[in-house]
């Protein structure tokens, strides 16, 4: 097993935005369209912007039916798109604004078929891989990734117990019991950044999800834990429940009742 010690980060920028939620009543034709404008118009588009430097998107599907005795079940397609970014301000840019305030017909077209989903502006509040992979001059992405959203602790103090936490204690355990894990990255809503990208014209008629950035309930925090496991794999390590992570975080303030966490198959990752 390698050294618990933080290393380099395997991402390309100090800042994230993260785009994930549920799309549902999508015929197959019309799922096909999205992914092809999705992944061959719009993340090159974005790429082309200074200061984007990588873009990912991952996948998965949940099932549901309206009573236990049905015979049939819904199925939901879930989608997360990640953009790395050089920081914060680059997702307020003018290079930036300029692309959200001339979309394409594509964008305007598909882009209130996202309309259930989030949208998050984030800076890194922290970021470790493993030590294996502490020379690399650039850094990999996971085939399958965990996305965990929580309130953070009110207090500053908390907060930076909970980070010291996450990167000693919590990284710890996470490395001595997956041995498919590759990276962990904490990220913080920024409510500022996340409503200026999401108030221009590439956003008309798309009400993203309330944020819950700040104010009384705390500040919204989340986790990207990659692991090196192919989605959905028999022998993939990434389905275990990671004895006292959980317990970890509630001891340093985190309320689990309210966190949510999904885990989710690259589709393509893209580079500038």
């Not at 939620?21 to 118009?41: F, H, K, V, Y």
Request: proline residues 5%.
């Amino acid at each position: 097993m390698s050294s618990p010690s933080p290393s380099r980060s395997l991402l390309r920028g100090s800042a994230i935005l993260v785009i994930w939620g549920r799309q549902s009543n999508l015929s197959i034709p019309d799922e096909r369209a999205l992914n092809d404008w999705w992944t061959n118009e719009h993340l090159p588009e974005r790429l082309a912007i200074p200061g984007f430097h990588r873009t990912r998107r991952y996948y998965h599907t949940s099932k549901d039916s309206s009573d236990d005795q049905a015979e049939t079940t819904t199925s939901h397609s879930h989608y997360l798109v990640i953009y790395e970014v050089s920081s914060l301000s680059t997702l307020t840019s003018p290079p930036y604004m300029h692309a959200l305030n001339n979309p394409t017909a594509g964008t305007q077209k598909f882009m209130p078929v996202l309309a259930s989903m989030n949208r998050s502006a984030c800076n890194v509040l922290l970021s470790v891989s493993r030590a294996e992979f502490s020379q690399c001059q650039r850094g990999g992405v996971g085939g399958t990734l965990a996305h965990v959203v929580f309130q953070a602790p009110g207090s500053s103090e908390a907060r930076d117990a909970l980070r010291t936490y996450l990167a000693t204690g919590a990284w710890e355990l996470i490395l001595g019991f997956f041995p498919s894990v590759l990276a962990m990255h904490l990220l913080e809503h920024d409510e500022e950044a996340s409503r200026s990208g999401s108030s221009t014209k590439s956003y008309d008629n798309v009400n993203f999800q309330a944020p819950g950035g700040g104010g009384e309930q705390g500040r919204r925090w989340m986790l990207l834990v990659e692991f090196s496991d192919q989605f959905d794999a028999p022998f993939a390590s990434y389905k275990e429940k990671c004895k006292g992570f959980a317990e970890g975080l509630s001891a340093h303030g985190v309320d689990l009742s309210a966190l949510k966490e999904e885990i989710y198959g690259l589709v393509i990752a893209m580079e500038e």
